[in-house]
């Protein structure tokens, strides 16, 4: 195993995370009560996500500036997991909504004609299905160089696509999710405590760095099958 | 395989931590119980990261072999 100071600090922050999300002490809100902690487990899986995706871009334009294939593998395990923490996110926020979000006076299966209008949940659908078009466009090219490049290319663009699917537009409509018009979702000084992100920035963190942890051995063990079939 | 024993290990202990009236059976009984919530959480935490580990140990020795 290679041993890494931040491997062990990325664990160390979740252990914190999982004990201090459930025990500090937090704003009350009658809507929300205490899923207001969801705030260090579902908000970061899109943080997490967004990060992901910054990185899998970096790689994109690295591979293009000097062909080198091992960026390509980077750009695309990056992507990869990036998706997986987009999903994570969904799933967990249709969790959380069904029990903030819904008419107390409907069943959830009436009230979801309201929910599914949330630009939030178009924008976030969106942009994760432009990153799905990205894996299906790179295993439908056979040649090698050619699918690095367009796909490097395609990266690209979608990342250009999380500009306006998931931080313009659902900001400019009305929605019930936190963070439309007064600004970034839990970023903003006004809807979280002191107390919260004392535990929400290190969450952030930690789940990122699982994240980059998961794309790396992806990344080793793409490179190790790479080699094989180059023997 | 010695950290997935102790893994089992931990939760056993608190399975059978129960049994005794201790200052451990206090706190866990304690604030709604949350800390049973917690426990179970870093399990599950742990169960990943040892196998996310061994994982990084497998594909290190593969990279050391070719």
Known sequence: MRRSWWKILGVLLLVYTFIAGLLIDVPQNPQLQETIRNLFFHVCMWFGMMILFIISFIHA?????NGNHVH????????GVGIL????????????????????NKTLYNSFDSIAREPKLIGAAIALLVYAAYLVLRDSIQDIDKRARISAVYNIFAFAMLFPSIWIIPRLLPSLHPGGSEGNPALNFKDASLNMRLV????????????????TLKIRLRILNEQKLMR | MKKISALTLFSLFVLFANAQDSKWTKMMNGTGKVFVVIAVMLTILAGLILYLARLDRKISKLEKNK
């Open chain 1, 72 to 79: 390509d593998i980077a750009s695309r395990q990056y992507a």
């Open chain 1, 200 to 215: 929400f920035y290190p969450a952030i963190a930690g789940w990122t760095l699982i994240g980059v942890w998961i794309a």
């Open chain 1, 61 to 65: 334009i690295k591979y293009l500036r």
């Open chain 1, 85 to 104: 923490f987009g999903v994570l996110g969904y799933l967990t926020g249709a969790i959380w909504m069904s029990y903030t979000w819904v008419d107390p």
